[in-house]
């Protein structure tokens, strides 16, 4: 059973896999996708890092416009990189590193990591994965974000959130960050090490500011419908 699920992954790709040598035309395109698919979240990431006044300079824009102006932005870009990326993906297959080189076959991954189409694209990333048209780190990432999004534990510790909530014991209201719960956590870093991680969790974790504090999947959920409901409140008193 196993053989027959690696054969039917394989095939996947390998349409890709038979354009030889790089088709130069395409790996353009992509490598121009992911230009524009950081675009705007790098401009929402040196915001958070404080930096409106020197962008509002060079956007000429009023800083209190900044962020709205980069999420409208951003969610169009995502979508016309999407539509396109699926028809890459239905055309090649995955658009790996046989068919477009590194680390250009990773840029039809950060559309689809983006998107709310991890479901219908997982099997074709675990395909490429277990090719080794592309990293298999990524397959990981993607499994933890979908994991994640169906309200379950993740497997590599890859993923985290940020909810902000209503303190019910003092009427405040207060952001918490954490990293998404994860299944058996004592093996994380051994999990993470076999599917290509160069750092453990603790380390991974320290990096995005957010120290690795182990919590239930029970109240990771209850966080969720806090934030939801706060969300709610708010947009009927506005």
């Known amino acids: 059973m196993k053989l027959l699920l690696s054969l039917g992954l394989l095939l996947l790709w390998l349409p890709a896999a038979a354009q030889n040598p790089l088709n130069a035309r395409l790996r353009h395109e992509l490598d121009s996708i992911r230009v524009q698919d950081w675009r705007y979240r790098k401009i929402l990431s040196r915001l958070r890092q404080g930096k409106a006044d020197s962008l509002a300079a060079a956007l000429h824009l009023p800083p209190d416009q900044l962020a709205g102006y980069a999420r409208t932005h951003m969610q169009r870009a995502d979508s016309s990189n999407l539509r396109r990326v699926e028809e890459i993906i239905w055309r090649y297959g995955y658009p790996g590193k046989t ?69 019910h014991a003092t009427g405040k209201v207060q952001t918490i960050a954490l990293i998404w719960p994860i299944k058996d956590p004592s093996r994380v870093d051994k999990r993470r090490r076999e599917a290509g991680f160069f750092t453990s969790l603790a380390q991974s974790a320290a990096k995005i500011g957010i120290p690795y504090i182990p919590v239930t999947l029970e109240y990771a959920l209850w966080l969720q419908q806090e934030a939801t409901a706060l969300a709610s409140a708010q947009g009927v008193k506005e």
């Open 99 to 167: 068919l477009v080189g590194r680390p250009t076959n990773e840029a039809a991954w950060y559309v689809l990591q983006h998107s709310d189409k991890i479901a219908q694209y997982l099997i074709w990333v675990r395909g490429a994965a277990e090719a080794g048209e592309i990293p298999f780190y990524r397959y990981a990432q993607m499994l933890d974000r979908k994991l994640m999004d169906d309200g379950q534990e993740q497997v590599y510790g890859t993923q985290w959130a940020g909810y902000t909530v209503l303190d």
